[in-house]
């Protein structure tokens, strides 16, 4: 069964830090581009961050950039969001997604074929 499993999610105060994992199980993420997404409650899913399936290029949404680092490990088959100087407006669902399409670096979720279940992330004082 293919799938991608998220962890690290939580609850931390404004200013804090979290790190997202997303995992594969089931095939190999090698040669898949990983988009990082997230859906507040009320809210359109918004495209967070984006990396090529090499780790040569990456992006982000202009309300996380600088404050977000995605990153990942083939050999562990994960890739990572680094999340610091989290604000309350970072609440949300986060979910991971793996496409192999040359245009996912767009982060419009049509592309992308398999999702994470996501992870809550709750910014609160």
């Known amino acids: 069964q293919l799938q991608l499993v998220e962890s690290g999610g939580g609850s931390v105060q404004p200013g804090g830090s979290l790190r997202l994992s997303c995992t594969a199980s089931?095939?190999?993420?090698?040669?898949?581009?990983i988009g990082w997404f997230r859906q507040a409650p009320g809210k359109e899913r918004e495209g967070v961050s984006y990396?090529?399936?090499?780790?040569?290029?990456?992006r982000y949404a202009d309300s996380v950039e600088g404050r977000f680092t995605i990153s990942r490990d083939n050999a562990k088959n994960t890739v990572y969001l680094q999340m610091n100087s989290l604000e309350p407006e970072d609440t949300a669902v986060y979910y991971c997604?793996?496409?192999?399409?040359?245009?996912?670096?767009?982060?419009?979720?049509?592309?992308?074929?398999?999702w994470g279940q996501g992870t809550q992330v709750t910014v609160s004082s």
């Open positions: 990396i090529a399936s090499g780790g040569d290029f990456t």
């Open positions: 997604a793996a496409s192999r399409a040359g245009s996912s670096w767009r982060l419009d979720a049509a592309v992308y074929d398999y």
């Open positions: 089931g095939f190999t993420l090698d040669y898949y581009n």
